[in-house]
């Protein structure tokens, strides 16, 4: 099961990147064959740009932002998020991305800023992200981020919460962290993200989300307009 779920994790394709829990969309599914269509630089260039979108959203929701950061010790090419995801082995053990111009791995981090701090944390792929979380359903998001800071950060940066990345793994998180004023947080990412990723990153329903945009007049998500 495990493996499995790290396999599924593991294809950072556009699917990836357009998880919204359980539902994928008609829209979705169009997407994710539109995908198999794209040239390889379009594909790098609308993940780039979902995932950038995301860090976004999930920095509003949590009121922090989140930075992937990684510089080449080797040959100093500073990396893209997209990048460092990409460079991962989806490996519960090795914690290094590759560097794309040297090839060289190592371990990269990730910069938490919210108004009054900033923080430095190790950035773990998303499989070593769910993979730790094994057995730490019982603790409440506030332990979790004291005893285990970068896993923390980075299942709010993968998954945009500790709620989210439970699911990955089957598990039900009765510790509930409501996304307050949602509505108003996700209004300008409503037809850049597909409504059914913008409903679990806030842990609201898709059709409320998709409720909110038709009442804004704003058309929905598609692919190719982040071409
Ligand atoms: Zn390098």
């Known amino acids: 099961m495990e493996n499995q779920k790290a396999q599924t994790i593991g294809n950072f394709g556009l699917k990836y990147f357009l998880r919204g829990g359980e539902i994928m969309s008609l829209q979705q599914r169009l997407d994710v064959k539109l995908d198999q269509r794209l040239t390889q630089e379009q594909k790098l260039l609308v993940q780039d740009r979902i995932l950038g979108l995301r860090l976004r959203l999930i920095g509003k929701i949590h009121r922090e932002t989140y930075k992937p950061h990684a510089v080449c010790p080797k040959c100093s090419r500073r990396l893209t998020p997209l990048q460092i995801i990409k460079g991962f082995k989806r490996n519960v053990n090795d914690y290094t991305t590759r560097c794309p111009r040297c090839h060289n791995r190592f371990e990269p981090e990730i910069i938490c800023k919210s108004a009054s701090s900033s923080t430095t944390l190790r950035f ?104």
């Open 124 to 227: 773990f792929c998303p499989v070593q992200t769910v993979g730790q979380l094994y057995g730490k359903e019982k603790l409440s998001p506030t332990e979790i981020q004291k005893n285990y800071p970068a896993l923390y950060q980075s299942a709010i940066a993968h998954f945009g919460g500790l709620t989210q990345a439970f699911k990955e793994i089957g598990k039900s998180y009765r510790f509930k962290e409501p996304v307050v004023k949602w509505e108003k947080k996700v209004k300008q990412f409503l037809g850049l993200l597909p409504d059914s990723v913008i409903a679990c990153l806030v842990q609201v329903k898709y059709n409320e989300v998709r409720k909110l945009r038709l009442r804004l007049n704003i058309r929905r998500y598609r692919t190719e307009n982040l071409l």
